[in-house]
Nanobody, 121 residues
Framework: QVQLVESGGGLVQAGGSLRLSCAAS????????MRWYRQAPGKQRELVAA???????YYAGSVKGRFTISRDSSKNTVHVQMNSLKPEDTAVYYC???????????????WGPGTQVIVSS
C-alpha cells in the first residue's frame, strides 16, 4: 500500500517561518501532482499549493508570495516553505498525492494524516 507522512508542523509566532515535508512510501510507480491542503477549525479543507510532475506550481491567493512548494521526485517528497506566517494560517496541513502504483494502473489520490501548524499573534 501507499503511505504519506507529513512532518514539520508546530507553533510559531506571527512573521515566522516553518517548512513542512511529506514523504510518500510504499507501492509507487509514478506520482503526478502533489498538493498541500489545510483545514482550520470550523472551516472547509482548502487547497494551499500544488506542484506537477513537471514542476508547474499553483498557489492559493492567500499564500502567494509567502509559501513556496517544491518536490524531490527521486525521493517521492514534497515540501512547502512557509514564510511571513499569519495567525490565519493556523490549521492542520495535509499532504495529498495523485499517483499510480503500477504500470498502466489508475491514478488515485492519497492523503497524509496531517500536521498541525499554530501561528500565534
Amino acid at each position: 500500500q501507499v503511505q504519506l507522512v507529513e512532518s514539520g508542523g508546530g507553533l510559531v509566532q506571527a512573521g515566522g517561518s516553518l517548512r513542512l515535508s511529506c514523504a510518500a512510501s510504499g507501492r509507487i510507480f509514478s506520482i503526478n501532482v502533489m498538493r498541500w491542503y489545510r483545514q482550520a477549525p470550523g472551516k472547509q479543507r482548502e487547497l494551499v499549493a500544488a506542484i506537477s510532475r513537471g514542476g508547474s506550481t499553483y498557489y492559493a491567493g492567500s499564500v502567494k508570495g509567502r509559501f513556496t512548494i517544491s518536490r524531490d521526485s527521486s525521493k517521492n517528497t514534497v515540501h512547502v516553505q512557509m514564510n511571513s506566517l499569519k495567525p490565519e494560517d493556523t490549521a492542520v496541513y495535509y499532504c495529498n498525492a495523485e499517483l499510480a502504483s503500477n504500470v498502466g494502473g489508475s491514478w488515485n489520490n492519497y492523503w497524509g494524516p496531517g500536521t498541525q501548524v499554530i501561528v500565534s499573534s
